[in-house]
């Protein structure tokens, strides 16, 4: 599926052109449904009752209860692969959904418990710090600093991001019902973006983070988990995923994509609050007893979670889908062969965060475990599958569309080179910028070159020049 369509067989009218110009970006096929009976009851049981309640898309659901969940189990546990590497079990996902679609209502109640934990912490650090600043000069040399108590950020820099895992919690989540902020923002501007992207993937890999301070040298942070969890609009997402610098670094491939259909429009009114339910008050305490129990931390504050095992069933299961990918990535899964390398840790990561919600006391990765990650593993493929045409093209439909429109507002029958140069929209004001943007909309049948010398422009005849259907 191309996000700029072409149909050089379309027949033309009497006039020269073809009868219908083509849309500049291609409509997405539906959506699969998101797998919520693939999702552990406790998470499940809630999705049904957050959709019910708040009428969001599906996937919007169902992707925040994912991502709250790894936040909530990452510092516990890490997951062995069959071939001996031992991997986190943190989780780094994107939901894309237009302004309006509710992503803050669904936040919220994802999040409740654990926006809970962070504010019981807050207060303990701000206890802690203000016995800290009693003692005299004495006393606080023989005392450890109190360490800081944020566990949600929603648009750090990756040198923030150290910071506060240097000086405050191993584990924290960086999820924003507003993701665009964090998309487009400081830490993903051109001179900071690689630096970025390179740091969220070495946190997801586990490894150890270099932390360089002006002044104090250079650190290194081990034993450290970060979560994600980014909702956006398309026109932001969809620019972040096409850059090819981020793309290339292989971030991406650590990113799971859920696009939902809109529900705007068929969203009538319910009198039932998602967070007075059963199901609500189920979630809540799970993950508070995984938030709040024992984190396994060493002397230097740093994570030292068990490693989970796959054995049995799962393991089988594991071998036969991570071999079943390998196959296909020469095939089906050739445009999204980096994620394709990465689905089956994909999905051992999912089936660890499924048996700790399930049973937060075991020890080895649970077959149904992972039958069910295998199951939202599928729905993922699919998403990268189906997105993967709109993504590589989707800033050039985009400038097509500004030039179109102006154009439309412009009027007139003929545009020539010069012409959109010094007066087309102003962020496209280049010779080849122009021309390559021209180039897509005669590839539509928007417009069409015209012979050299056959347009005037300030009383001199124009090289390139084109007709434009209006």
Known sequence: MNAVLQNPMQAPSTDGWPDDALPLVAELEPSAPFPMDALPSVLADYAKVIQRCTQ??????????????????????????????????????VSVAESGERKSAVDRLALYAHATFEKVKSDEAREALEQFARLDKKAKETETMPREAVFLASDPTVEGLCKLLSAG??????????????????????????????????????????????????TKLYGRRVALHLMAQPKATFQWLSNPVLKDQGLFSRCLVGYPQSTAGTRMFRNEKADETPAAAAYVKRMTELLSGKWPINEFH????????????????????HDQIEKAIAGDLRSVRGLASKAAEHMARIAGVFTLIDNPSSSGVS?????????????????????SGVQPQHEKADQASVLWGWLAQRGGKHVTLPELARFGPARLRKAETMRSVMDVLTDHYMVRKVPDGAVEFEGKARREAWEVRL
């Open 56 to 93: 969001a898309p599906d996937a919007l659901v169902g992707n925040s209860l994912l991502a709250a969940a790894s936040l909530a189990v990452q510092p516990h546990a890490n997951v062995v692969l069959p071939h001996g590497a031992s991997v986190p079990t943190s989780l780094y996902i």
């Open 169 to 218: 919690m191993p584990s924290i989540g960086v999820f924003s019902a507003e993701g665009g902020r964090f998309l487009g923002g400081h830490g993903m501007t051109d001179e900071a973006a690689l630096r970025t992207a390179a740091g969220l993937s070495l946190f997801w890999d586990g490894a150890a983070v270099d932390r360089v301070r002006a002044g104090d040298g250079a």
């Open 302 to 321: 740093e994570l030292q979670p068990m490693h989970m095992g796959i054995g049995g069933g799962a393991r089988s299961l594991w071998i036969e889908t």
């Open 367 to 387: 077959e149904q475990a992972m039958q069910q990650a295998a199951v939202l593993l599928e729905f993922y493929l699919g998403e990268a599958l189906r997105l």
